[in-house]
């Protein structure tokens, strides 16, 4: 299944994810800082969606309430109730 999600309160704008059952198969942030988005999808690549969403739900970037990686858990909450 293929899921895009539009970003709230960081850099980068959207998030494409593409998941088989529960397993994320791919990720692309859309935008952000290049290394840093690269290097979440890669590491998410091959895991259990919800083992990926509680590693990364809560992480703040800087000042900022959220963070690339927080908003990766929760378009990966969604998708998996979608």
């Known amino acids: 299944m293929k899921y895009t999600y539009t970003t709230h309160g960081v850099c980068s704008r959207q998030i494409e994810i593409e998941l088989c059952g529960d397993t994320i ?6 935008g952000g800082c290049s290394g840093n988005t690269q290097g979440v ?32 858990a ?4 969604e998708a998996l109730d979608y």
């Not at 198969?25 to 859309?30: G, I, P, T, W």
């Not at 690549?45 to 690339?68: H, V, W, Y």
């Not at 929760?74 to 909450?77: G, N, T």
Request: glycine share 8%; aromatic share 2%.
């Open 74 to 77: 929760i378009a990966l909450e």
């Open 25 to 30: 198969e791919n990720v692309k942030f859309l």
């Open 41 to 72: 999808a890669s590491l998410v690549k091959g895991m259990n969606a919800q083992e990926a969403i509680e590693r990364l739900r809560g992480i703040r970037c800087g000042a900022r309430p959220t963070s690339c990686p927080d908003q990766l």
